[in-house]
């Protein structure tokens, strides 16, 4: 055999090793389906009514994944006068994850109540609706885990926001 075949089958046979050697893979996270509501009473009875469905990713072993594959939430927003009457005032909005849209916020200056707050640099299951025009903020709890909680702040006007109660949430494997 001359040094070219040679050469040759080397080359192939190391191509043949590197498509055969297993690379590690990036974790994988398995969404699951969540549902949870909020709501805040605002002036002679009336409320505003949150309600956030969607797919969230299930925790992997990294702490926060660069990308959360399967994370998509929407925002419906209702209000209901005294009389029980409804009207849909936002409805399938998106949320979007508050840390990749602002990586450098502050995100604990959002006014949520302290066991919903997020730290100033992590801001973990916290979500903010682009739509809004003065903000509106979704912090799902506990970070770890599936959401069991809610809680919504909604700035109605620049200086006004408003925060709801904890609201419960369901999840759902999908």
């Known amino acids: 055999m001359d040094t070219l075949t040679i050469r040759c089958l080397s080359y192939a046979a190391m191509g043949t090793l590197a498509m055969a050697t297993i690379l590690p893979m990036a974790a994988q996270a398995t969404p699951y389906s969540v549902t949870c509501q909020a709501v805040i009473p605002v002036n002679q009875g009336a409320s505003l ?27 419906s927003v209702q209000r209901r006068d005294r009389h029980g009457s409804i009207q849909t005032v936002l409805s399938a909005s998106s949320l979007v994850d508050y840390e990749q849209l602002a990586p450098d916020a502050d995100y604990s200056q959002i006014p949520f109540d302290r066991a919903f707050r997020a730290q100033p640099n992590n801001g973990d299951r916290l979500y903010v609706a682009p739509a809004s025009i003065h903000g509106l903020y979704a912090s799902l709890r506990p970070i770890n885990g599936q959401p069991q909680q809610i809680q919504i702040v909604h700035y109605l ?8 109660a904890a609201g419960a949430c369901t999840v759902a494997a999908t």
Do not use: E, F, H, K
């Open 49 to 75: 009514i949150y309600r956030v469905t969607g797919n969230l990713s299930a925790p992997t072993a990294i702490a926060t994944p660069q990308n959360p594959i399967g994370t998509t939430l929407l925002l």
């Open 157 to 164: 006007s620049a200086s006004r926001p408003v925060r709801s």
